[in-house]
């Protein structure tokens, strides 16, 4: 009899001693394992190439946001921390500044996005805020993002072939920029938010503007000699052309028209 009592005491201590085992910490490995995201690293720069523009001494840009789009994931907001960048302070420093370091599902990202709220150009008569055909700058252009692995996208700012000046001396912005990114590549982000990117395989590079209508793409911008201003808020481009010209273009020119649209690529 004596012999079952220990027996069952036995039992009990050890049955007790399982029971404190809290539930989470068994079932831990089994999430971790089921539950498990790869994800890689992408790092976002803005910089200038610019060349030098007479009277113009800053240009500000203020991003709101930062997003990229899949057609797996949808947009996917990258940053909304609002940051201002003076464009010309780039170029002079020769330098590409942080937009956003942070962690994506691995993936190929088709588009983009900057959500730019405002411009301020200074020049030898003060502060003007410039107008921007639309505060939307969409780029088609793989970022393709590893497990593991550091991805950049780089938006170069072309702020003389982006910056127009109306007969009223309003300014106007329609971004032309240089879009490069990387796979596999080395960052370093030091103190001062400066970017440093070595090494890596180039996956998306080019060049696109934005026309009078906020469309973005390859081909689009406002020509250099192009007759702008501002009417109700919205951009007006005049074109430079002599009527002469302007009637052999139409003439002879639609076959070159065809072309250039073809090449156009603009985001949704």
């Not at 550091?150 to 127009?164: G, Q």
């Not at 934005?210 to 793409?217: C, H």
């Given at each position: 009899?004596?012999?079952?009592?220990?027996?069952?005491?036995?039992?009990?201590?050890?049955?007790?001693?399982?029971?404190?085992?809290?539930?989470?910490?068994?079932?831990k490995p089994a999430e971790s394992a089921a539950g498990e995201q790869k994800e890689g690293r992408a790092?976002?720069?803005?910089?200038?190439?610019?060349?030098?523009?007479?009277?113009?001494?800053?240009?500000?840009?203020?991003?709101?946001?930062?997003?990229?789009?899949?057609?797996?994931?949808?947009?996917?907001?990258?940053?909304?921390?609002?940051?201002?960048?003076?464009?010309?302070?780039?170029?002079?420093?020769?330098?590409?500044?942080?937009?956003?370091?942070?962690?994506?599902?691995?993936?190929?990202?088709?588009?983009?996005?900057?959500?730019?709220?405002?411009?301020?150009?200074?020049?030898?008569?003060?502060?003007?805020?410039?107008?921007?055909?639309?505060?939307?700058?969409?780029?088609?252009?793989?970022?393709?993002?590893?497990?593991?692995?550091?991805?950049?996208?780089?938006?170069?700012?072309?702020?003389?072939?982006?910056?127009?000046?109306?007969?009223?001396?309003?300014?106007?912005?329609?971004?032309?920029?240089?879009?490069?990114?990387?796979?596999?590549?080395?960052?370093?982000?030091?103190?001062?938010?400066?970017?440093?990117?070595?090494?890596?395989?180039?996956?998306?590079?080019?060049?696109?503007?934005?026309?009078?209508?906020?469309?973005?793409?390859?081909?689009?911008?406002?020509?250099?000699?192009?007759?702008?201003?501002?009417?109700?808020?919205?951009?007006?481009?005049?074109?430079?052309?002599?009527?002469?010209?302007?009637?052999?273009?139409?003439?002879?020119?639609?076959?070159?028209?065809?072309?250039?649209?073809?090449?156009?690529?603009?985001?949704?």
């Amino acid at each position: 009899m004596k012999k079952w009592i220990v027996m069952i005491s036995i039992l009990a201590l050890f049955l007790l001693a399982v029971g404190c085992v809290p539930p989470q910490q068994m079932e831990k490995p089994a999430e971790s394992a089921a539950g498990e995201q790869k994800e890689g690293r992408a790092v976002f720069t803005i910089t200038d190439a610019a060349a030098n523009m007479s009277a113009v001494t800053s240009v500000m840009v203020t991003v709101d946001s930062v997003k990229v789009h899949s057609t797996a994931e949808g947009w996917v907001t990258v940053s909304s921390e609002q940051k201002t960048f003076d464009l010309l302070k780039l170029k002079a420093e020769g330098s590409q500044e942080l937009l956003a370091d942070v962690k994506l599902k691995e993936g190929t990202y088709q588009q983009v996005r900057l959500d730019i709220s405002k411009v301020v150009v200074v020049d030898d008569k003060g502060e003007h805020e410039a107008k921007l055909p639309s505060g939307e700058l969409k780029i088609v252009g793989d970022l393709v993002v590893n497990a593991n692995s550091t991805s950049t996208a780089s938006f170069d700012f072309i702020a003389d072939e982006s910056l127009h000046l109306t007969g009223n001396g309003e300014y106007i912005l329609a971004p032309v920029v240089k879009l490069e990114t990387k796979e596999d590549a080395e960052v370093e982000v030091k103190a001062d938010h400066k970017v440093e990117i070595k090494k890596g395989k180039v996956k998306t590079s080019i060049k696109v503007g934005m026309d009078a209508e906020g469309k973005v793409g390859v081909g689009l911008g406002i020509p250099a000699k192009a007759k702008v201003s501002i009417a109700q808020g919205k951009v007006k481009v005049e074109s430079s052309l002599g009527r002469e010209e302007a009637m052999e273009n139409n003439g002879n020119g639609s076959n070159a028209n065809v072309s250039v649209k073809a090449k156009v690529k603009v985001g949704y």
